[in-house]
């Protein structure tokens, strides 16, 4: 497994690689989440590259920049033991310059649920996607449905900008009691987690009601607060894959949404009907 560091050594190696290549970007403090993701890039492409950044331009002044979890010894050794072909592992300082051009997340789809909470998230995301997909060029990029309205974005962008490269959701992972993963959880202490499993809880109702026939929006959103008591809510939404509101759940067309904060850290969690 080879470890690079700047763009150009990158673009350089990859000018000699045969075959396929499929990409699976993250932040580090890989999990198995990542690894899922990984895992199908290995099945679906012929060479995989992963790249690790923790991307400053997606986090809002205040946020957890400087805490974010860093375990970039752990992350190589996982890399290696998965098959990795290449680790891309660069500073801000090569991704970013000073007088920079970035895009703007469009204002429908990126401005509400979590770009409403956190706003200029998803214009630092689509930025930093944009660059690493310009500089891996690959056949493939692999994205969390966990983080859904990142993937729609990303989707979009690759539309919009005839970007030649496809886009592959991956299912999201989750521990046996049923907490998504999240480089975020070790954040949590042990009465947080408990907590925390409102969520999965929350959205195995909605998945419930909706198997029962009960597809009215305002009815299983009621149910799934009840659950979510006493927890910080950030949102509650149903939607369409378009991230359009609806009434009525339109099944295997709608995706379920839940983002609470518990203690300073914020979780989010889905779930596709
Ligand atoms: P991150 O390092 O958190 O930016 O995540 C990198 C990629 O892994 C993104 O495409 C995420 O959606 C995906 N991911 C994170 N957690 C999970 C999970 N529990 N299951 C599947 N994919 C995940």
Redesign the pocket.
């Known amino acids: 497994m080879k470890i690079i560091s700047t763009v150009d050594e990158l673009k350089n190696y990859l000018k000699g690689v045969d075959g396929s290549i499929g990409f ?11 690894l ?2 990984i895992k199908k890039a290995k099945e679906q492409n012929s060479f995989v590259v992963v790249s ?1 950044f923790v ?1 400053p331009t997606q986090f809002l002044a205040g946020e957890d920049l400087d805490q974010y979890p860093r375990k970039d010894e752990a992350d190589k050794k996982i890399c290696q033991l998965a098959g990795v072909d290449v680790v891309f592992f660069p500073t801000p300082d090569e991704i970013y310059s000073v007088d920079e051009v970035s895009l703007q997340a469009p204002h429908i789809r990126g401005y509400v649920l979590e770009g409403m909470t956190r706003p200029g998230h998803f214009s630092g995301v689509l930025t930093v996607v944009n660059k690493l997909l310009n500089i891996v060029n690959p056949t493939r990029a ?6 859904a309205q ?2 729609n974005l990303i989707t979009l962008m690759v539309k919009q900008l005839f970007m030649d490269v496809e886009i592959v959701p ?5 521990e046996s009691d049923g907490l ?5 959880n070790v954040y949590l202490t042990k009465e947080q987690r408990a907590e925390a499993l409102k969520i999965s809880s929350s959205l195995y109702e909605a998945s419930k009601m909706v198997s029962q026939g009960i597809l009215d929006v305002s009815k299983i959103k009621e149910e799934m607060l009840k659950i979510l008591e006493g927890l910080e809510i950030g949102y509650v939404e149903i939607l369409n894959r378009n991230f359009e509101v609806i009434k009525e759940v339109e099944v295997t067309q709608s995706i379920v949404l839940v983002e609470v904060l518990i203690g300073e850290t914020r979780l989010l969690d889905n779930i596709w009907l």
């Open positions: 699976v970007p993250t932040m580090g403090a890989l999990h198995d989440g990542h899922s993701l690790i991307n692999y994205f969390g449905k966990k983080d990142q993937l991956v299912d999201t992972v989750r998504a993963l999240s480089s975020r």
